[in-house]
């Protein structure tokens, strides 16, 4: 599979979401998730902490027992685990050593802040970091759900503290959330750009319909409220879906195609993390990635 770059790793354009992991499908599910990937060629894992309040690193760990070196693991800390501010030194020192016990390992790849802590100075969140690529225990370091302004005063800040550098910002982005100042930002930057929910929690698989019954056991039937459901499945959604839908069976491919098309010709994108329960979504998802967009595809889709 293609590779692009995170600062020093070479991760796979295709990477699997773990935040399934101990919440929707137990380790045993998990780990013919792991297998799939790895045998389709998907390298790059991310996960947090947070994600089945730890028992989706334990599973990983478990799983990559005889293989960590087949694959670039990224996990994220400061998120509502433990109380906190997220981005203090000490919490750092502590959420690292536990993440690297639940992952078998002595090292993470990519280690992101989850969320924003603006309680703590971004300077003291790097300089902690910095002390942790120093010993080794972390390859780069990544931010999550910051926006344009904060990526520019971090990366600011460790330009002028000679510190490790955010290599990477993780954000909601897919052709149903198309806009993020973060996206520009991270260009201008040279940070690789890492979108989650690609596929808009399942509406971009082609599996849902317009008045139809949600499909039994996906994001939406299982976790969103009724009001959440009302807010997000207006009529000028649907309308979206199926004019992107019909975009996709003119041009020959399907609707996960395209969204995995789309955000792979945004050149900042490094790789796009999708969340699997089966091997045959790994799969699905890999396989998605083949089709390249060409500029008057794109400027159409725009």
Not at 41 to 63: K, N, P
Not at 95 to 102: E, G, N
Not at 280 to 296: F, G, K, P, T, Y
Request: charged share 30%.
């Amino acid at each position: 599979m293609e590779t692009r770059r995170i600062g020093a790793l070479e991760v796979t354009i295709v990477g699997l979401g773990c935040n399934n992991f101990g919440r929707r499908i137990d380790e045993d599910a998990a780990r013919a998730v792991i297998d799939a990937a790895l045998e389709e060629g998907v390298t790059f894992f991310d996960t947090a902490d947070v994600y089945g309040d730890g028992r989706s690193e334990e599973f990983i760990g478990r799983a990559l027992e005889g293989r960590r070196d087949e694959v670039v693991l990224a996990t994220k800390f400061g998120g509502s685990m433990d109380a906190g501010g997220g981005g203090a030194p000490a919490f750092i020192r502590g959420a690292v050593a536990a993440s690297l016990r639940r992952l078998r390992t002595d090292r993470i790849d990519l280690y992101q802040l989850h969320v924003p802590d603006d309680a703590t100075p971004i300077e003291e969140t790097l300089g902690v970091l910095d002390e942790l690529v120093r010993e080794g225990k972390v390859r780069e370091i990544g931010s999550s759900n910051f926006d344009a302004g904060r990526l520019r005063a971090a990366d600011a800040a460790a330009g002028s503290r000679a510190t490790a550098r955010f290599a990477s910002v993780q954000n909601e982005y897919s052709l149903l959330e198309p806009r993020d100042d973060a996206l520009v930002e991270a260009e201008r930057l040279g940070i690789a750009y890492l979108p989650y929910f690609p596929l808009a929690s399942g509406l971009l698989t082609g599996k849902f319909r317009r008045r139809a019954e949600l499909p039994a056991g996906s994001r939406i039937e299982r976790f969103w409220t009724q009001e959440q459901r009302d807010a997000a499945l207006t009529e000028q959604t649907w309308d979206r879906i199926e004019s992107l839908e019909e975009f996709a069976t003119d041009h020959g491919h399907t609707l996960l195609e395209l969204a995995f098309a789309w955000l792979l010709s945004q050149s900042p994108v490094a790789s796009v993390i999708a969340g699997a329960t089966r091997p045959e979504q790994v799969r699905a998802n890999a396989a998605a990635a083949s089709w390249r967009l060409d500029r008057a595809e794109v400027d159409a889709l725009r």
